[in-house]
């Protein structure tokens, strides 16, 4: 889709400054726009959230992030993308916000991340619908120095392309959803999250590892891409990885007949328990 045409289609409630962005709906991030009070928010964002990550983020997620040294202000990308681009071939552009599907996917199978450039506001501290600056960064951008995470997320954007030739999009949109954004890893130290929704969210963190109210299953990719979200709420199943090198391999098969045949089966609901569920054990958290 053109920008012209995603814009004038997504009406008055797309946010963010779509008039500097080029025709793969990039643009330059202009750090000098950032206000003083915008670097402030980030910090007590960053503050906030670190408090809460130790012991429910996975280390290696935890390893990244503190090495790109972001805590004190809204980080510049270049010089993030300077890095990337030697640890694991990607790189992060800035996008005015939301894209179309399409061109998100065409920026992932060619390893660049988009993140949006705008922060939330004060009154928006604890949620936003729209992911922001905070959302993008700090939750996607450390695990993309991980090589086997880097591959899947290619691999993703090059099979969100062949989904949509397909029309197969609604189900490969689960997948995206119940690993890179609401992902849970068993780590050799316990149970942990690596996933952006839940890393970058002040409420999730806890609820998705101590919770005794959600489903957490072992991951199992036919059961992900039949499986419905809600993105109002906490999410009432979650789906745990062994590690990125096995989510690369279990994701690695060719998707067409896959679609084929669980286009004839019913979705399952959000809070569903279907028949055949591995139940991945309970949280150890706390105990130990
Ligand atoms: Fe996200």
Do not use: C
């Not at 290696?60 to 071939?89: K, N």
């Amino acid at each position: 889709m053109r920008l012209d045409e995603f814009v004038s289609n997504s009406g008055p409630n797309l946010r963010g400054d779509y008039s500097r962005a080029r025709a793969d709906f990039t643009l330059d991030q202009d750090l000098s726009a950032y206000t003083v009070e915008e670097h402030t928010l980030w910090r007590r964002l960053y503050e906030r959230q670190m408090k809460l990550l130790p012991g429910y983020a996975f280390e290696t997620y935890l390893e990244y992030l503190s090495g790109l040294e972001a805590g004190d202000s809204i980080p510049g990308f270049e010089r993030v993308s300077q890095r990337l681009r030697r640890a694991t071939g990607w790189e992060i552009v800035a996008v005015p916000g939301l894209i179309p599907d399409l061109a998100f996917f065409d920026h992932l199978a060619n390893r660049r991340f988009p993140v949006t450039v705008w922060l939330r506001k004060p009154e928006e501290f604890d949620y936003v619908v729209e992911p922001d600056v905070f959302h993008d960064f700090f939750g996607h951008v450390p695990l993309l120095f991980d090589g086997a995470y880097a591959d899947y997320l290619h691999a993703y954007g090059k099979g969100g392309l062949k989904a949509a030739r397909l029309d197969a999009l609604k189900m490969l949109a689960r997948l995206y959803w119940y690993t890179v954004e609401f992902g849970l890893i068993r780590a050799p130290e316990g149970l942990r999250i690596f996933g952006a929704g839940i890393l970058s969210s002040g409420g999730e963190v806890v609820h998705s590892i101590d919770s005794q109210q959600p489903h957490r299953l072992a991951f199992d990719l036919e059961r992900i891409l039949r499986t419905d979200y809600r993105i109002d709420r906490y999410q009432d199943t979650y789906f745990v990885i062994e590690s990125f090198e096995r989510l690369v391999a279990d994701t690695a098969p060719d998707f067409t007949p896959i679609y084929k045949r669980l286009r004839e089966l019913p979705p399952i609901a959000p809070d569903e328990a279907a028949p055949g569920d591995e139940i991945a054990p309970r949280p150890e958290h706390g105990l130990s």
